[in-house]
């Protein structure tokens, strides 16, 4: 079974998977390329920017993000 990873410390917006859990870069008023890399607490997918914040957000160890 893949289980995916659970993200926690996140806004609202990140958790609903509307912005970068990383850099919080806001997808419903900036266009950049994201990709899914977990879920929240709550069961909702969230995404990354392409490049260097989903290569972070896939290794946060212990699924908090600094």
């Known amino acids: 079974m893949n289980a995916e990873k659970v993200i926690t410390g996140l806004s ?3 958790a609903d998977g509307l912005a970068c859990v990383v850099c ?8 950049v390329p994201h990709v899914p890399v977990g879920r929240s607490v709550t069961g909702s997918q969230v995404f ?8 972070e957000a896939r290794g946060a160890a212990g699924g908090e993000l600094r």
């Open 12 to 14: 609202p917006l990140q």
């Open 48 to 55: 990354a920017c392409v490049g260097c914040c989903a290569d």
């Open 24 to 31: 919080g870069a806001d997808y419903l008023c900036v266009r």
